[in-house]
């Protein structure tokens, strides 16, 4: 268990440096576990170790490690096949299968090997098929190999990348240049120095077969027959979810619409009703204003001869004319001093 979890740390290491953009909230669905026997550990991307079965999935992000005895086979969802052999650090570094152009499918491998019978990923979309190692990066048209990493200081062979390729071919690359490997046939990119891949002159014998290896070889045929439906299934799939998608925003779209125009037609009758109020004040207010002017000419219209009389007597009393009894009798008086 510690030799396994000292290869956890630099799995997950491998996995954020051979990353391509940010993992997704969801990660996707890589492949399904048809065989399982020995010491077997996936991490998950939060590196918490579990023990897989039969039927269980792998996904991207997760990290593989095998011991001594250990194999794990993958069904993958491209409908290609992994078998991870004893000894082996590897991870899913990336991958899509959905059956359009954007699919991909990266492994880093970084001790130990494994066999790839490649699927649809592998034909249609090559270019996006990688196996990433410390020294190189291996590329495949349409392939059935077996990468292999000989860490420093192991005695199984020469350290550095390796590739066999059973059928198809592979592309070897390194930053001082590439390969291509043919069937029958294993490139090599060393730990150290900066020679450019090779072709060797035969395939080493630390590329040693398990006793599944007859029912692995047998997958080659069922995956190239099968590769093309499970494609088309695939792609009908993708195609009925993205209708019902396409489907559902539509009806959000609808529904939204519908919640604007009930809306508009809501601001509308409020606006009429809150005009309506309005010119309801106003005329309330001007019929009012009309009962108080009323009532102020009532009152002035009655008070007329009064104020009248009022008016005449103070220019009486301005212009020496008569203001009452007295006055008369002044007058008389008057009079008689006269005579």
Request: a positive charge.
């Amino acid at each position: 268990m510690r030799r396994l979890l000292s290869g956890l740390f630099l799995l997950l290491a491998a996995c954020a440096v051979f990353a391509q953009s940010p993992q997704p909230a969801a990660p996707s669905l890589a492949g399904k576990v048809e065989l399982v026997e020995g010491e077997v550990t996936v991490f998950d991307r939060a590196k918490k170790p579990r023990q897989v079965a039969v039927g269980d999935r792998v996904h991207e992000g997760e990290g593989i490690v095998t011991g001594r005895n250990g194999e794990l086979h993958l069904a993958m969802e491209d409908g290609g096949f992994i078998a991870v052999r004893p000894d082996t650090k590897m991870s899913i570094a990336a991958y899509r299968a959905e059956g359009d152009d954007r699919d991909k499918s990266v492994f880093s491998l970084l001790e130990g090997t494994f066999r790839s019978v490649t699927g649809w990923i592998g034909k249609f979309n090559p270019r996006s098929y990688q196996v990433r190692t410390p020294t190189a990066t291996i590329g495949v048209r349409g392939t059935d190999h077996e990468p292999l990493v000989i860490p420093q200081g192991a005695t199984a062979g020469e350290p550095g990348s390796y590739d066999k390729v059973n059928v198809g071919a592979t592309t070897l690359q390194t930053r001082h240049g590439s390969v291509e490997v043919r069937p029958n046939q294993a490139g090599f990119a060393p730990l150290r120095g900066k020679p450019r891949p090779r072709v060797l002159t035969q395939v080493p014998a630390f590329f040693k077969a398990t006793r599944h290896e007859p029912a692995i070889a047998a997958r080659h045929e069922t995956i190239r027959k099968l590769i093309d439906e499970r494609r088309e299934e695939r792609r009908k799939v993708l195609l009925e979810k993205k209708t019902q998608l396409d489907k559902q925003k539509a009806e959000r779209q609808k529904a939204i619409q519908e919640r604007r125009r009930e809306q508009e037609t809501q601001r509308r009758q409020q606006g009429e009703e809150r005009r309506q109020q309005r010119q309801e004040a106003l005329q309330q207010r001007r019929l009012e204003r009309e009962g108080r002017g009323g009532e102020l000419r009532e009152r002035r219209s009655g008070d007329g001869p009064e104020r009248r009389q009022r008016m005449e007597e103070r220019r009486g009393r301005r212009d020496g004319s008569p203001r009452g009894p007295d006055s008369e009798h002044e007058t008389r008086g008057g009079g008689r001093l006269a005579r």
